[in-house]
């Protein structure tokens, strides 16, 4: 059954209602979002193109890579990307969305059998890295690599950071070795 725009926000709504309660019970304080120090929405955003680029598959050969809610992060941040691109007007209601399921993250991966995975660490390093660099780079650096977010292919494309990939895997092997 083929749902049209409306009925597919309202189900989404449903669906992500009682996870984002679980995270309100779960932050006794504001500052326990990871994106509570982000300055802006555009640093917000560039969390999430940061996350996408480094867990794709050229980037993150892992088993992590077939759980469903690592693919629906993706799934979501994509379709996020493509509504800020576009200037869509569903893309706050997105980034709201993208933003719980990352925030969900660390519990998914500490709550389940993903714990026992050796690249459940890795991932989690990855979301710790995507959040805190965005968050802090310098307003020059995250201008330019959200200007550079566009399409290649009708696909959302990310190239400057690509191009970053080796000092981004360098900071996720150093958050990795700081982990237990």
Known sequence: ???????????????????????QEMHTKEDDSLF???SSEDRIVLSHAMFWTMTQLQFFKSKMRK???????????????DAFLQDDDYFPELLHYC???????????????LRAEKDA????????????YAGDM?????N????????????????????MMPQLMKMVESEMSTMK
């Open 1 to 23: 059954m083929v749902k049209t725009k409306e009925e597919l926000r309202e189900a989404r709504k449903q669906w992500f209602a009682p996870m984002e309660q679980k995270l």
């Open 36 to 38: 509570y120090y982000h």
């Open 67 to 81: 759980e469903k809610f690592f693919l629906l992060l993706r799934q979501y941040e994509e379709e996020m990307l």
């Open 99 to 113: 933003n719980i399921l990352y925030e969900m993250l660390p519990t998914i991966l500490g709550a389940s059998h």
């Open 121 to 132: 660490r890795k991932l989690a390093a990855i979301a710790l890295v995507a959040a805190g």
């Open 138 to 142: 310098d307003e020059e650096l995250c």
């Open 144 to 163: 330019a690599l959200l200007d550079d977010i566009d399409y290649h292919f009708n696909k959302v494309k990310c190239r400057k950071i690509e191009l």
